[in-house]
């Protein structure tokens, strides 16, 4: 089923995803890449056109806006997407493809032609026949994971500020830099936000309201080898990358990875191997949805470099964890009024709400962490980061339609 939302949700997303916008986490700046800027000026752009107020790109890369409420004494309800795509595929050279009215089969790529994307391996496809699928041309991601997101927030925006005669209270926008990479969420941007609440629209499927996500850690390893000429280092040299691989070979392999695990389980995720011989250096991020299973999880990464230690004194290894996120679950079960709110406006438009753990995070993360209480709504991307990636115009619409909701049914409290 078509709504009046769908020409405009096609044609910004196939424009959004045009634009190169990947982070970059082994960039020191803020944002990480320049090149999210240019998405993030064309956003202060159409804002300013649309007439929103309070329109302004941040000193730490965040755009944000108002939509000013038309109801006085609403709770004031923020919109968060982000603008930057996942570095681990190529997102430079985006091609949008839209694949009007699919017909139920597999999908191929032009740039790609030994890709194929079909029911048997993203079963949910097979529900949308019938519907606009959106996809890349096969040599990149789509980049729907957040630039659906950022669409649906545009779309709806410019809705309300187009029909003033619907009620809602004050609705503040903010687009964010370096989510992929766990940067997104400045220590500024709550306060400079003023929501009593917000949501983030970066989940999947219709339906979903995501309340819970993992806690996250990132772990870096550094190995400090013996350096030696290598025609006489016989008794002399300690090679790091041997070193290096055999903490990588001491850790689970069949269990605590993110290919043996699902549902409610951790990980630890090696990341990164970089260096020589003589130095390298090991990443890792570690997942769980508990602090002590996170804990637990850091504290064996500690305990086999450790050991690895142990069997080449004259190397030195060192182990450094960095908090990342932390489960909103927290924060939002001591007042699940905001996704109370959510669960309503999906009823409203006509689905039921369904709330399941995210095995991952969202800045809405970091923001109810914060203070800023921010459940997770879906915008329909499936199969995210890789090339396979595509989202449906009409999931997309349904997101609006969610947002629509929250924004009258936060009036009406």
Known sequence: MRSDFDHELEERLVRY????????????????????????RLLVTELETMGAADVQLTEYGVVLATVPATVEGA????????????????????????????????????????LKLSP???PYLEQKQGEDIITASGLTLLGGDDKAGVAIIMTAARHLLENPEIPHGKIRLAFTPDEE???????????????????????????????ETFSADGARVTVTGVSAHPGWAKDKMVNALHLAAKILMTLPHVTLTPETTDGRDGFIHAVGCRGGSSEAELTFI???????????????????CETVQLSEPRAKITCEITPQYRNMRYWLEEDMTPVDLAHRAVRAAGMEPVSVPIRG???????????LPCPNIFTGMQEIHGPLEWISVQDMAKAVAVALELAKGAAER
Request: net charge negative; charged share 25%; with cysteine.
């Open 17 to 40: 995803a045009a634009i190169d916008s990947q982070s970059d986490a082994d960039s020191p700046t803020s944002p990480s890449t320049e090149i999210q800027l240019d998405m993030s």
């Open 120 to 122: 048997e391996s993203s």
């Open 181 to 211: 990479i766990g940067r997104g969420v400045d220590a500024r941007l709550p306060a400079d936000m003023g929501c009593d609440f917000a949501y983030t629209f970066d989940g999947s499927k219709p339906g979903e309201v995501e309340f």
């Open 361 to 371: 995070g969202t800045d809405g993360s970091r923001l109810t962490e914060m203070g």
């Open 286 to 304: 570690i997942r769980d949805f508990e602090r002590d299973g996170l804990a637990a999880k850091g504290d064996l990464l500690r305990k086999v």
């Open 75 to 114: 709770p004031v309800m923020g919109w968060c997407a982000h603008v930057d795509t996942a570095p681990q595929f190529n997102a430079t050279g985006v091609k949008p493809v839209v694949h009007r009215g699919y017909n139920g089969g597999d999908i191929t790529f032009a740039d790609a032609p030994d």
